[in-house]
């Protein structure tokens, strides 16, 4: 296979982590408002977890995405960005930790409330 045809085979793979991670970040708000415990929705609880895997393999990498890395490499880059996911602009990649961190820690707080409170729900 070419180089070219792994970066796209790269870039879709991305692309769904990606959605994913924001479905993920929905559905804590969903749960949240729904009053799921993690205790008993494996959904929810892959859904806190998630993030949290995502940021330590950053961490691991110098907080930069190894996919990205792997773009680089097989577009035969070795400084700059190469588009790694289909739908987003580089410039909002870099906007990630803001608009997918804060979020996740406001949902993730009000999911731990609201299932703290009397009456939650499976």
Known sequence: ???ATLLHILIAVH????ALAYASLF??????????SP??????LA???WPWLDFFLLAANGMECPLQNLARQL???TTGWVRDVYWVPQS???QIPWTFGV????????????????????
């Not at 692309?15 to 990606?18: A, D, G, M, R, Y």
């Not at 979020?103 to 499976?122: K, M």
């Open 75 to 77: 577009a035969g880059q």
């Open 47 to 49: 859904a806190l977890v």
């Open 15 to 18: 692309t769904l982590i990606v």
């Open 103 to 122: 979020p996740y820690v406001i949902g993730a707080a009000l999911v731990f409330w609201r299932a703290s409170r009397p009456g939650a729900s499976p």
């Open 39 to 44: 205790l008993k929705d494996k959904l929810l």
């Open 27 to 36: 559905y804590v708000f969903y749960a949240a408002l729904k009053r799921h």
């Open 92 to 94: 909002w990649l870099r």
């Open 1 to 3: 296979m070419s180089n």
